[in-house]
């Protein structure tokens, strides 16, 4: 019979392994099948590898308060099984909001960039996270222009919405201050 598992790596991605064999990403096997990412408050400095894109079966991924910095990549939006937590806060994200988070429909809770640099406008995709309940927060960045109108699609939301401390301007739209006053108390 052929026997091809021993000393082969069957069941992961060619060249993960060594790419995440780096100091930064101690505990990752390659495995796709991984479904929760825990990497916050590790001292990580870099960007994100877009070789996380791969990891197509991760419900949750945290990687906040670290040192990461450059551009969300937009691999991130091909994790579509992500149900609750994908937290980037408290690093040194210079780029926009990726609009690729709004492909990202399961997200219930917690899609939290806050405490970076982000710049550029709101992604109006952020509209198509229906399922949110709660823990949408891009405050403390240097995000710019209008709120979009999608975000009144957010109708279950019920707590921390939050948008302080960006460069945002206009009236807030009519559908988004109809949300429930505990999610408009935090422009």
Same mark, same amino acid.
């Given at each position: 019979g052929w026997e091809v598992t021993t000393g082969n790596s069957l069941g992961t991605i060619c060249g993960w392994q060594s790419y995440m064999a780096d100091s930064r990403f101690p505990?990752?096997?390659?495995?796709?099948?991984?479904?929760?990412?825990?990497?916050?408050?590790?001292?990580l400095t870099g960007t994100v590898p877009t070789e996380f894109g791969i990891m197509?079966?991760?419900?949750?991924?945290? =990687?906040? /308060?670290?040192?990461? /910095?450059?551009?969300?990549?937009?691999?991130?939006? @091909?994790?579509?099984?992500?149900?609750?937590?994908?937290? $980037?806060?408290?690093?040194? $994200?210079?780029?926009?909001?990726?609009?690729?988070f709004g492909n990202l429909l399961d997200l219930s809770a917690e899609l939290d960039v806050a405490e970076n640099a982000l710049t550029g406008a709101i992604p109006t995709e952020i509209g198509n996270?229906?399922?949110?309940?709660?823990? =949408?927060?891009?405050?403390?960045?240097?995000?710019?222009?209008?709120?979009? @109108?999608?975000?009144?699609?957010?109708?279950?939301?019920?707590?921390?919405?939050?948008?302080?401390?960006?460069? =945002?301007?206009?009236d807030v739209p009519t559908q988004v201050q109809a949300l429930s006053s505990s999610v408009t108390d935090r422009w």
């Open positions: 505990t990752m096997d390659g495995l796709v099948s991984t479904t929760s990412l825990a990497y916050g408050s590790q001292g197509t079966e991760v419900t949750q991924l945290y =990687l906040q /308060s670290n040192d990461l /910095s450059g551009v969300f990549p937009t691999e991130v939006g @091909t994790l579509t099984k992500v149900q609750r937590s994908l937290v $980037f806060r408290d690093n040194s $994200f210079t780029s926009s909001i990726p609009t690729e996270l229906v399922e949110m309940s709660s823990g =949408l927060d891009l405050g403390s960045n240097r995000v710019f222009g209008r709120v979009p @109108t999608e975000l009144g699609n957010l109708v279950g939301m019920r707590t921390n919405f939050i948008l302080v401390s960006n460069e =945002l301007c206009a």
